[in-house]
């Protein structure tokens, strides 16, 4: 790279970050005025009893955050796919029960749900970790780095929390143990809901019919016995620095869909492919047709979406035109309609243009996860809550996201509230730094007091608010 490129490359880089600054500016701007927090409620977590409240939830974060730190790595080094989170599960259950909590094993398979009730009566607070790790080998060196290995789907795997959920179940560990020591003064009940397999299982592939994680848990009945009133998680994120928080109100996640188009023609020699019937050709022609899905026929002036082929197969011989080819991908939505709209054109292109060359196509598609979308009322409501905790200049809003959560299966029964917890190191660019799933994937530690501190004042905000409504 040139003088000139470097040059040229640090002013796109400025340019960037003013346009990103003067965007979270206008946003949060809009969102203040838009969606104002009712007063009854505002008045409520600025109260003598919720300053109380708070500077205890301080007090405490602080004191438990050299265990936090301990638990998040004793649970890096030991991580654990989906569904076999086992260990994990044991270490959570038995310090809800030191804290006196009725604590549910076993739920979805390997989930953990302690519940607290608080000394008053109000409103019941669901907060969400999950708990399961990646078939990513570790390449950070750090003296709990994990060397674990596991099955996933048959196969050996090297294991990894390259996402952070080691963080989340840390988090939530911590405040459990910060709103059991406020018991008596809690006005409401606290459901702790660890959660397997957001990953997906490791055990089968997903085929539309069975169900796992945060959809099972529902199914379980997690958000009954007592009903949530709201629930509220969060995701550590490598893309902004360690310790800010940042939320959108609306869709702030898309859905996540995976597709199989298997396209069936006739075997024949390579050298004569007008006896057969090429699959492959056609499966070529499938997926540039796939391509105008979105480019050309959904309205991407109402959301944005994506149509992404992830592998292909088929053949095994240089001369030989094969029966089948096989093809997988992702698609990934905002809105329901769109989503719906976005299957059919998938199939009527695949269908159609394999017909136009003498083949047939098969296309199947499995919904796995909704969109996480953030009622703006719930967010105006929790918005100040969020700022305090974070501190002037380190809250944002965050720009829509085209990863996936099954958390939106709890915000299918209740209000729910998902945002974003920054972990990458001050010092560091988080514009390069590793990014979640990639096996050099880092959490700065000193990150996670803000998610305690965080999860603990939007539950108890969340009761205090309702006792004024």
């Not at 006896?275 to 796939?290: R, Y």
């Not at 394999?354 to 047939?360: F, M, R, T, V």
């Amino acid at each position: 790279m040139t003088q000139s490129d470097r040059k040229s490359s640090r002013k796109h880089k400025a340019i960037q970050r003013a346009a990103l600054a003067a965007f979270t500016t206008l946003a949060l701007a809009a969102g203040a005025q838009a969606q104002q927090a009712p007063q009854a409620a505002l008045a409520a977590i600025q109260s003598a009893q919720a300053q109380t409240l708070h500077a205890q939830i301080d007090q405490r974060a602080k004191a438990i955050e050299q265990q936090l730190i301990a638990w998040r790595r004793d649970i890096h080094q030991h991580p654990e796919l989906g569904n076999l989170e086992t260990r994990t599960a044991a270490l959570v259950a038995e310090h809800l029960r030191k804290l006196g909590m009725e604590v549910k094993t076993g739920v979805a398979v390997t989930g953990v749900v302690g519940l607290l009730k608080g000394g008053k009566p109000g409103p019941v607070v669901a907060l969400r970790a999950d708990m399961d790790a990646l078939p990513v080998k570790e390449q950070n060196e750090l003296p709990f780095a994990s060397k674990a290995k596991s099955q996933y789907l048959g196969k050996e795997v090297d294991v990894m929390h390259a996402c952070g959920h080691d963080t989340h179940v840390a988090m939530l560990m911590a405040t459990a143990e910060v709103l059991a020591g406020m018991k008596a003064q809690l006005p409401g009940s606290v459901k702790f809901i660890f959660q397997p397999a957001e990953e997906s299982p490791a055990t089968f592939e997903p085929d539309g019919e069975k169900i796992w994680g945060a959809k099972q848990m529902v199914k379980e009945g997690v958000m009954q016995n007592p009903k949530v009133d709201a629930v509220f998680g969060l995701h550590v994120s490598s893309a902004y620095p360690a310790g800010y928080i940042a939320w959108r109100p609306g869709p702030a996640m898309s859905s996540a869909d995976q597709f199989w188009i298997d396209v069936t023609g006739k075997q024949t020699h390579g050298a004569r492919p007008w006896s057969g019937v090429d699959p492959i050709v056609a499966s070529a022609q499938i997926i540039t047709g796939i391509q105008t899905i979105i480019s050309r026929q959904a309205n991407i002036g109402m959301e944005p979406a994506v149509v992404t082929v992830g592998a292909i197969n088929g053949g095994n011989r240089m001369n030989i035109i094969p029966d089948k080819v096989s093809m997988i991908g992702t698609i990934r939505t905002y809105d329901e309609g769109m989503k719906k709209d976005i299957h059919k054109r998938l199939a009527t292109t695949a269908e159609h243009i394999a017909e136009s060359s003498g083949a047939k196509a098969k296309v199947r598609v499995v919904e796995l996860y909704n969109a996480v979308v953030n009622p703006a009322d719930l967010v105006a409501q929790m918005g100040p809550t969020l700022e305090r905790v974070a501190g002037k200049g380190n809250y944002g809003v965050q720009p829509k996201s085209a990863a996936s959560e099954d958390f939106s299966f709890y915000q299918q029964e209740a209000p729910g509230m998902f945002f974003y917890l920054g972990v990458t190191p001050k010092d560091k660019d988080p514009n390069t730094a590793p990014n979640n799933h990639s096996p050099l994937f880092f959490a700065d530690e000193s990150s996670m007091i803000y998610g305690v501190r965080a999860l603990s004042n939007m539950a108890v905000d969340y009761m205090l608010a309702a006792q004024k409504n």
